[in-house]
């Protein structure tokens, strides 16, 4: 392996043509955070008026020599910022030239930023930028800086981070020379001889690759995803590389899709997870396992990049509906396709993803209805463990665990067997945990509400089950509001011989079985009801047969429907039934929603009291 390095200024730079491929990643570089630090950085060593500058040093960038050009393998960033630097210059010592406000000096210098950033090639009659980007996303926009010409393409993301870069660089230069013409020509002299780059030549791609990894695989440059692209690349046949690069667009764009386009390390890590590495990793130690003898082994990429470029493709458009329908976005396919993740978000917060590790892990052509009902077991696995508190390191290892063994798996009975043996099992240890939590438990600790009215709403919903009525759906659940049966702010509290005591009443009045879901007409309607000397509960009692919430509705004793009916048997069984409301009622009531809870929340149609303990 041929490896040639120098140290070379900016000015140095126009003894080559620089092409960044179309397999390279687009021009990510934001305004407000890189190319702020870049001039940030650049003012720091710059110093007005000096015989001896320091010279400033911005990285390096890896080369390898293509039909008398220069391909860019990395570098690619600095390379597109130094060229819209140059441009911002170019365009203000022209304008002061026109303005007969330039020096013979800096007139020199002018033609020299010309001449870097491009040649007329008088053979092709055809003018060579010093940097020509092949990547779709660029679509020529970096051509039209160059030559001044007008754009009227369309704005790719990467677009429109150039245009932000090159206008914050002019916007930059231009507060130079008005605070002083002179201080502006020394800075551009001092960015053309004393900003200084390590260009790495190698001989070709695969070696070039490799300098790539050691210099960036500890973080110093690009992240893992970056890493693993550029590796398969190195790893694939030149045949290969428009199918790869192909692939690889359509990954980011399935993590844009669901708003991760920008943290694509995320996605990465959670198909690692579940299908390939045994245990949990962190995002930092990604590549270092990825290139490991075991990762080499496992992923298999240096024989079949692209069958684990197709794999990461399939993987990334069930993770992107995985996520929009965790994230509850009505707009996408995957709420549609996936409800039983749609609830997960609602149980687990809409911006979890501890699921994806059991999830991702089945085989990647089985049906939806296998992913959901997976989904539907570890719906009830997070509401038990939500609701005793247990901390995510606590079960994450067990979800991997559970996705070695699910993984390539596309069989409900596969599914079945892992719940009965290991799932419900595990969290049937936690029974006792979780009565004695549910019997006490707060509703603000199902916190946001959107998730305490999810937990109402399931509530009610199984209730309706037992007695045979049709429940609210979760749009019309969501609608709703949370309502206190014990006023938060009541008037003569002291009346209230149970209640008399703040403590008491603190302790009682967000308790869960002290809450219900309540239209906000008929909320705002019984907003008077709060005085304790008044028969205020029986008041609330009336308002409450309002309601389509059968939960709600059953509250006032006068809610009957026939003699022997489901709603009738359901009250007298579960002893659903109140005269009055203190410390006892709302016991009473937190234990029937205990029991509805572990009604609703099973594991393969089984109470997890019904389980043995193991």
Known sequence: MKIDADVLSVLDLSNYFFVVPD??????????????????????????????????????????????????????????????????????????????????????????????????????KATLPRLELQYDESNGYLDTIIKKEKYDGDITSSIDKMEKAYKRIYEHLQNLINQNIEVFEEYVQY????????????????????????????????????????????????????????????????????????????????????????????????????????????????????????????????????????????????????????????????????????LMALDLSCGDEVLNYLGKQLESFFFFANTIKMQTKNYERRLTDWAVKLRGQSELNIINDLVNSDVAPFMRKYLGEFKNSFSKINHNSYNPQYRERYILGRLNAQLCFKAGLKPLNNEDVQNLQIEHILPQTPSNQDASIAFSDNEVFEEYVYRLGNTTLLESQINQAINSFNDMKSDWFQLKQKQYLNSNCVMTKLLSNEYVIGKDTGLNRYRNESGYYFEEWGIESIEKRQNILMDLALDHWRFNDKRLDEYDVQ
């Open 23 to 124: 397999y390279q990643r687009e021009y990510v570089w934001e305004a407000d955070k890189h190319i702020y630090q870049f001039l940030v950085d650049i003012d720091d060593e710059f110093e007005a008026h000096s015989s001896e500058q320091q010279n400033y040093f911005i990285g390096s960038i890896i080369i390898i020599e293509n039909n008398g050009k220069y391909d860019v393998i990395d570098g690619q960033q600095r390379l597109t910022t130094i060229v819209l630097s140059l441009c911002a210059m170019r365009d203000l010592l022209e304008t002061l030239e026109s303005d007969g406000q330039l020096t013979n000096e800096s007139s020199e210098i002018l033609n020299l930023i010309k001449s870097w950033i491009y040649k007329y090639d008088l053979k092709s």
């Open 191 to 358: 960015f053309l001889t004393n900003v200084n780059i390590v260009v790495i030549e190698s001989d070709n791609l695969g070696s070039a690759l490799k300098i790539f990894e050691t210099i960036n695989q500890r973080g110093a440059g690009l992240n893992a995803m970056d890493l693993v692209k550029n590796l398969m690349f190195s790893k694939a046949s030149p045949s290969q590389f428009s199918t790869i690069k192909t692939k690889w667009k359509e990954i980011m764009g399935y993590l844009e899709e669901c708003d991760e386009g920008d943290n694509p390390l995320r996605f990465l890590r959670y198909f690692l997870v579940a299908r390939y590495h045994n245990g949990i990793i962190r995002e930092d130690d990604l590549y270092s396992w990825i290139i490991s003898k075991e990762g080499k082994n496992r992923l298999d990429y240096e024989a079949n990049p692209l069958g684990l470029v197709t794999e990461m493709t399939k993987s990334a458009r069930r993770y992107s509906f995985l996520v929009q329908a965790t994230n509850n976005d009505k707009a996408s396919q995957g709420q549609a396709k996936f409800p039983a993740m749609v609830n997960i978000g609602y149980i687990n917060k809409q911006r979890s993803r501890q699921h994806l590790i059991v």
